[in-house]
């Protein structure tokens, strides 16, 4: 709001009439406008220079604020998720304490949640691939919820040094009410895969922000992958910040009744010759299935030569269950070779399921083979045959539980 106009003032018209549909928003934004862009959107490592959501705001309107809100205070005690590695714990660097870089290099929060969980995190958790390494076997860091009553704040920095090459792997179990950073850099001539999986229990409450930087002539690939947990909201920030920076983001979800799955995805084309590819699916099953996905995608004004798509499907197959999707594209500068973005939302395909029948195939099994066609695009893209087969099984068995005829 600018200096000396009050928020009465700013709610009021040219004539002195006040309108109660500008009296309700945010005082910067009576005068100029909400928010609406998501490079615009304020950052801060205060949480109270963000104020607590209402679901009114832009980036919280989709979200069910009331049961997210116990990730808006500081967890107290946080002893709410313990960490372990599967594998590849030689990989991890001394705790990174606020101030201590690469902590913060990259990382900068874009809402009350994130902010949080910067604060309660005393120390970072630091993976590093060393400089010009190959790594043979991801680097697996088990993340276990405790209880659904207790909370955790965490902030964990993945680091890929220039020319080297891997993947770690994030896997979510158990219960709790879970904020969590991931802060990712990606050096020079690196190719980091980062895979984020959700297998929480029912009732537990997730939030986190990934947010990656890719340097120059380096490819970074990311996954979503989530099946549990009461509320889970994991949004990724990526910018493609050197000259040949590649970035892939994928997400695959599976909502059942009273679950809520949400990833706000943002590509930012900073460097020239920049290319991105975004694809997210879901089905969801279930009167109260909720899933929202919204895509933005910004090419800036340096970033010549750009190739950007993006695309977010989505599969229902019970009535009532919900998909919002909202892709949104600015470009600012004319120089590219292609940019495009696309959604779809929609039920089984009547001519597929009749094809199928009409060759012996019972309504059950071929409803079966359609959603594991739809969603196992996902899985395969996934360079580790074991997970890519357990995110099959989980598939199987969600179809199993849910699609009847």
Do not use: C
Not at 183 to 198: C, F, K, M, P, W
Not at 278 to 306: M, N, P
């Amino acid at each position: 709001m600018a200096t000396g106009t009050t928020a009465p003032e700013a709610a009021q018209d040219q004539h002195g009439h006040m309108d109660p549909a500008r009296a309700l928003v945010e005082p910067q934004d009576a005068v100029n406008g909400p928010v609406q862009t998501r490079s615009e959107r304020p950052r801060s490592f205060d949480p109270d220079e963000f104020g607590t959501p209402t679901g009114r705001e832009v980036n919280w309107k989709h979200t069910p604020v009331s049961r997210i809100a116990p990730l808006f205070t500081q967890a107290t005690d946080n002893d709410g998720v313990s960490y372990s590695f599967s594998s590849g714990a030689e990989f991890q660097s001394a705790g990174l304490a606020i101030g201590d870089a690469p902590r913060g290099e990259f990382f900068v929060p874009e809402d009350l949640i994130g902010a949080v969980a910067w604060n309660g995190s005393a120390e970072a958790l630091h993976i590093k691939l060393p400089r010009e390494a190959e790594l043979a076997e991801p680097i697996v860091l088990d993340i276990t919820g405790k209880g659904a009553d207790l909370r955790a704040d965490g902030h964990i920095v993945i680091e890929a040094e220039t020319m080297s090459k891997g993947t770690v792997v994030l896997h979510h179990t158990g219960s709790a009410q879970y904020a969590q950073n991931v802060e990712i850099i990606a050096r020079d001539g690196s190719d980091l895969t980062v895979i984020s999986v959700q297998r929480w229990d029912d009732d537990a409450i997730h939030a986190s922000a990934h947010q990656a930087r890719v340097d120059r002539d380096a490819t970074f690939t990311h996954f979503v992958v989530t099946f549990g947990g009461s509320v889970v909201r994991v949004n990724p920030n990526l910018e493609l910040s050197g000259e040949g920076a590649d970035g892939r983001l994928f997400g695959l979800s599976y909502a059942d009744a009273g679950q809520h799955f949400e990833s706000q995805v943002y590509m930012f084309h900073k460097g020239a010759q920049t290319t991105g590819d975004v694809l997210y699916k879901g089905a969801l099953q279930g009167e109260t299935a909720r899933s929202v996905w919204i895509g933005d995608v910004l090419i800036g004004e340096g970033a010549t030569g750009t190739d950007s798509y993006e695309a977010n499907r989505n599969l229902l197959l019970t009535t009532g269950a919900r998909a919002d999707s909202i892709p949104n594209l600015e470009i600012k500068t004319g120089d590219i070779k292609g940019a495009g973005h696309a959604s779809a939302t929609g039920r089984f395909d009547d001519e597929q399921l009749f094809y199928l029948r009409s060759r012996g195939i019972s309504e059950v099994e071929a409803r079966r083979v359609i959603v594991l066609g739809f969603l196992t695009e996902i899985p395969q893209r996934i360079q580790i045959e074991e997970l890519q087969q357990a995110l099959i099984a989980d598939i199987e068995r969600e179809i199993a539980e849910g699609v009847t005829p």
